[in-house]
């Protein structure tokens, strides 16, 4: 029933910006916890940033901190990841995912109920 969708990943220099958004049906974001992972080739899915359910608290990877933003607007159920500074080493497959009993998003995969597809984030040099 719940859906994720992410948007917004694309092909960046390093050092630019971009966006990413994801997009909640099927439950209002205000009732959950949201993460933001990510999945280099070769890699394993890594946490990146966690939000609780009012966007309060928050918390991030140290190969992210003070680079990248997790929001979330309750209103349009919608949670964003603003990321600058980018890196080539940032280049990935971005995934949104919702952990309905947890208050703050955990950094295991495990905390998580729903994932949307992944949207791919190419970063060059």
């Known amino acids: 029933q719940v859906q994720l969708v992410e948007s917004g990943g694309g092909l960046v220099q390093a050092g630019g910006s971009l966006r990413l958004s994801c997009a909640a049906s099927g439950r209002t974001v205000s009732n959950s916890a949201m993460g933001w992972f990510r999945q280099a080739p070769g890699k394993e899915r890594e946490f990146v940033a966690g939000?609780?359910?009012?966007?309060?608290?928050?918390r991030y990877a140290d190969s992210v901190k003070g680079r990248f933003t997790i929001s979330r607007d309750n209103a349009k159920n919608t949670v964003y990841l603003q990321m600058n500074s980018l890196k080539p080493e940032d280049t990935a497959v971005y995934f949104c995912a919702l952990d309905s009993r947890g208050y703050l998003g955990g950094t295991a995969r495990a905390s998580y109920d729903y994932w949307g597809q992944g949207t791919q984030v190419t970063v060059s040099s």
């Open positions: 939000i609780s359910r009012s966007g309060t608290m928050t």
